[in-house]
């Protein structure tokens, strides 16, 4: 009897997979467009930050893969959004249709290091979409530049036999927290246009996260976490090479740099792992790639960073 009873189980999973191949394959047309449709929900953008003078948000929707939905993402203008202190009073954030973006000023909301926030958003066919974070703490954690004269080593397994110079960056990170950093550098330039009337200039500064620091060895680029290493020194691979500086503090005449460590959230380091964990893949779309999102019914980030210059 338990022979039997044996063989019944491997008949029925058998007709289960019989039956399954046989209705895949009689699957001609999908209606993928509506499928999706059913699945649009707003994506909200945005990071505080105490040190920087304005917040912006920005606002969109999701997108269909398939169908007649293409071109740039929608950037919705019109919308409700709105910022909290403490969840119960709220300032609605205006449009700004320069820069494409809700904002406000630090006078209207401002934003300070420890506290948590709040922020929400409605719009008219869409989901309310909320969220939270809570602002980090920066501390005074002993940031340095390390400038070592060396010769015949190695990076990336090529053998340097040439007197250089290599910069290690290094803090002691906050015991009993949980903390990610991030350095990066603010590029201010002088950009000369040409233009009938002659050259003229314009200054142009931007934020550059400094990609060429590592632990040899590891996938640490750009976001570091304390994850199994609370309390630890932090020392990370800055530069190689700079034998042909006698000083590589001194100032590039074209392009002044000046150096921040930041200290993101759990959920600003998250989302930014996801985005350098799913760069390589994007062009090979083997299967959809999910990024990190802390938004209630959309997507997206509300997210919060401090930041200290350390050069």
Known sequence: MKIDRIVS???LVCSYIIA???FIGCIDDVDLENQFHETKKLVLYCRLCPQLDTTYIFLSSTKLLYGHDSGEFPNISDAIVELSADGSQWVRAPYDTKHRRYRLTRQEFPVMEGRTYHIRASYPGFKDISSTCTVPVTHDVG????????????HWGEVYNWPHKDVYVQ???????????ALKSYHQRNIFHETEEGEWEQEYGGWYYVGEWLIEGTNDYEYVSDQGRDGAVMRYLFDV??????????EDEEEAKQ???FFLDKSSYLYETTQTDNSGLNFLLLEPLHAYTNVENGFGLFGAFSMMRVK
């Open 259 to 261: 150096y921040y460590l």
């Open 9 to 11: 189980r491997i008949i």
């Open 171 to 181: 803090w002691r990170d906050v015991p009993g927290e949980e903390n990610a950093y």
């Open 241 to 250: 090479d700079l034998y042909e500086y006698d000083d590589w503090d001194e």
């Open 20 to 22: 399954s191949v046989f």
């Open 143 to 154: 940031f340095r530049f390390d400038t070592v004269a060396v010769s015949n080593d190695s």
